[in-house]
């Protein structure tokens, strides 16, 4: 391929779907519990997945509270776990992983139509608290 010919981008009607921006930081324990009193006070939890292993999945059933996931945490007896909630509109993922002394948090922004709504969505904020 000759580099010097400019690849024209594909028509708006072809183009691709654009995805939800990540963001990605460390948080040491003192943030990580701002964060669960963010979103315990802020947003409508629909649920909190943990990760045990290191390899393998999590049943789909598998979920915790936010106490739980806390106590989780803190005491490192998962290697880290995915915070789904509802925050001004939009479905935010939170996923912590352990990352030696300190926290990897990956951000993401859903903002699903109606129509296609995330299916783990709650209908009740206080069902998926527990």
Not at 17 to 25: E, H, I
Not at 28 to 46: G, N, P, S, Y
Not at 62 to 71: D, G, H, I, K, S
């Amino acid at each position: 391929m000759n580099s010097e010919m400019p690849i024209r981008p594909p028509p708006p009607e072809e183009a691709p779907l654009k995805l939800p921006d990540l963001n990605v930081t460390l948080l040491d324990a003192d943030q990580v519990e701002q964060l669960f009193r963010d979103i315990e006070l802020c947003a409508q939890i629909i649920e909190i997945i943990p990760k045990f292993a290191a390899r393998g999945h999590v049943s789909d059933t598998t979920t915790v509270t936010l106490a739980q996931a806390r106590e989780l945490l803190a005491t490192r007896a998962v290697r880290g776990l995915q915070i789904r909630y509802r925050y001004e509109d939009a479905e935010w993922w939170n996923t912590l992983m352990l990352a030696g002394d300190q926290f990897r948090l990956v951000r993401i922004r859903h903002e699903f139509p109606d129509e296609t709504a995330s299916p783990t969505a709650a209908t009740d904020p206080t069902e998926a608290r527990g």
